[in-house]
């Protein structure tokens, strides 16, 4: 059993380690806290690109509402460079790459390009108005694959061709041509 004067300074023992462990807590959360509000941010943009840093692309694209992610390696030349030459770098390149988070060993990147994904065939006008099967190969470009024999039927369906019509198949793209011709 322990005595009266014992279990007193057991309990303002326990009190003394709630409080240090309740103002622990508080620290940490507040710590969280701050990192999330980006107060630790001018220490992460002063960090220079690791050599093995790796890249968090999202393309979003506009046409078609489809969403492709992609992690690379980023360029070698990025290398040792700063926050602000990242930027420099990306304003250069004509995908309209924008920085949506960046440290050392990894930078994260959107563009939304004003395009069909790759996963659609497309039929759309060339600029000279003939109707064409395109295909977004390679990410940031639609690309001519072949004309097609038809007419549009008025000038609502001369604009919807202009803006492009997507399919998921190229199969689904020439089943609609030859619905939409009677053959």
Excluded at 49 to 78: F, N, S
Excluded at 105 to 114: L, S
Aim: proline share 3%.
């Amino acid at each position: 059993m322990y005595s009266e004067e014992e279990e007193l300074r057991q309990a303002r023992r326990s009190r003394r380690l709630l409080a240090v462990g309740i103002a622990l807590l508080v620290i940490g959360v507040a710590l969280l806290w701050l990192e999330g509000r980006g107060a630790h941010t001018a220490g992460r943009e002063s960090a220079l690109v690791a050599a093995d840093c790796k890249l968090l692309q999202r393309i979003e694209y506009a046409r078609c509402g489809h969403t492709v992610l992609r992690r690379m390696d980023a360029p070698a030349g990025w290398a040792g460079m700063t926050h602000e030459g990242v930027l420099q770098a990306l304003s250069e390149q004509e995908e309209g790459w924008r920085m949506t988070r960046y440290s050392a060993d990894t930078i994260e990147m959107t563009c939304v390009p004003d395009l069909f994904c790759p996963q659609h065939a497309v039929l759309m006008l060339d600029a000279d108005g003939t109707p064409g099967i395109w295909r977004n190969r390679w990410g940031f470009a639609m690309e001519w694959e072949k004309a097609v024999d038809l007419a549009p039927a008025d000038e609502a369906e001369r604009a919807l061709l202009a803006e492009g019509v997507a399919f998921d198949s190229r199969e689904a793209l020439e089943a609609w041509i030859r619905a939409r011709s009677g053959a």
